[in-house]
Nanobody
Framework: QVQLVESGGGLVEPGGSLRLSCTTS????????MRWHRQAPGKQRELVAG????????RYADSVQGRFTMSRDDAASTVYLQMDSLKPEDTAVYLC?????????????WGQGTQVTVSS
């Protein structure tokens, strides 16, 4: 059974930092493209960061470039999102996605998300 479990969210003041984790199981993590998305109330889901196999080809949304860093630990089947210089507009539910190859096609798996609130 595929599982993705996000953790590390919480309430932080503007300018603060948080480190999110997404621990996975049930699929070949080393073969998966991993992504972080966020969903704010009343807004469309936004792709925040993506990391290909072996940690190559990092991609970040313009809104987080230079402030967020995504990394992966294949031995622990876990991805991280280090978020620095947080702003109130970063407030959202952050969700982890795994994209795995499947006989020429792809599967997409999602976690339940972790809430991040940036407020003074």
């Amino acid at each position: 059974q595929v599982q993705l479990v996000e953790s590390g969210g919480g309430l932080v003041e503007p300018g603060g930092s948080l480190r999110l984790s997404c621990t996975t199981s049930g699929f070949s993590f080393s073969s998966a493209v991993m992504r972080w998305h966020r969903q704010a109330p009343g807004k469309q889901r936004e792709l925040v960061a993506g990391l290909n196999v072996l940690g190559h080809s990092e991609r970040y949304a313009d809104s987080v470039q230079g402030r967020f860093t995504m990394s992966r630990d294949d031995a622990a089947s876990t991805v991280y999102l280090q978020m620095d210089s947080l702003k109130p507009e970063d407030t959202a539910v952050y969700l982890c996605e795994a994209i795995t190859p499947n006989n020429g096609d792809y599967n997409s798996f999602w976690g339940q998300g972790t809430q991040v609130t940036v407020s003074s």
